[in-house]
């Protein structure tokens, strides 16, 4: 285990991914999902990412990679199919401090990008490490099916709660007991079910009165 969990917020910082077949698409939508500046450099670009540059979603850089297309990059991406061009960049990168994923060399790789559950602003991310991609796939799925798509809306209302609980509540050791207490296995079996109304009850009856110690 050698990489750090966390989540970064990419809004509107240089991204660039070398490498324009299947996986810089799939590298690339999933920046787009976060709102980063895409660049692309590619000797070819496939179907998908050509629409992507075409409808001006992404910023093609041509085909050349010069170390001065670095600059600026938040992250960086060598997703061509070839070994000696994606490790010629991941060297420059890490001359630079830039972090850099290297699709084909794990070891080259200073982060790694798991697999996600994406609910809202409820995110469980799956690594294996680089050890097996595709059983991060599979517990991927078994997740999705297990936190379907109504934990958005729930993760929405824990949120809201949770700050009136900040905004109200002035006893420090209440507030902390209340924020403790507002989920359990049986509001998240609940929220499971789809019973989010009866979810929510349970999650206002802990504020309203089972927190409140006298
Ligand atoms: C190290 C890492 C670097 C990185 O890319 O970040 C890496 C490396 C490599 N992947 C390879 C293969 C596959 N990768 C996938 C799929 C995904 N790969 C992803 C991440 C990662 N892949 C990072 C580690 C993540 C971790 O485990 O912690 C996911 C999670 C995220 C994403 O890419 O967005 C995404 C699933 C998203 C989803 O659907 O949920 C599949 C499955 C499929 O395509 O159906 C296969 C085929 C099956 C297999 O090999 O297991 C190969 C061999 C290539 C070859 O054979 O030449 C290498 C290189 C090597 O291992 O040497
Ligand atoms: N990390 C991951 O999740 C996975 C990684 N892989 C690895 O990723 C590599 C790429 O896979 P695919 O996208 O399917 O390959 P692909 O063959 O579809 O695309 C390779 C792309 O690299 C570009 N390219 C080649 N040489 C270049 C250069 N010198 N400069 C700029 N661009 C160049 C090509 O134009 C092409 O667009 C594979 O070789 C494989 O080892 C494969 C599956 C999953």
Known sequence: MKHYP???DIKNKKCLVIGGGSVAERKVKNLLA??????IIS???NN???????????????TNYHTAELDDACLVFCATNNHAVNSAIAKDCAQKNIPVNVVDKPSLCTF?????????DLQLA?????KSPALAKVLRKKLEADFGPQFKEFIDYIGNM????INNIEDLEQRSYI????????????????????????????????????
Request: include cysteine; charge should be positive.
């Open 162 to 165: 949770r700050n009136l609980v």
């Open 48 to 62: 998908a990412l050509q629409e992507l540059v075409a409808d001006g979603k992404v910023c093609y850089r041509g």
């Open 179 to 214: 924020l403790k207490n507002l989920v359990d296995n049986l509001t998240i079996d609940l929220v499971k079910q789809g019973d989010i109304e009866q979810a929510k009850e349970r999650v206002k009856s802990v504020y309203y009165h089972s927190g409140l110690k006298s």
């Open 34 to 39: 976060y709102d980063a500046k895409v660049y």
């Open 43 to 45: 000797t070819k670009l």
């Open 126 to 130: 799956i690594s294996t490490g680089g």
């Open 112 to 120: 790694i990008v798991p697999s996600t559950v994406v609910r809202g």
């Open 6 to 8: 966390l989540f970064l």
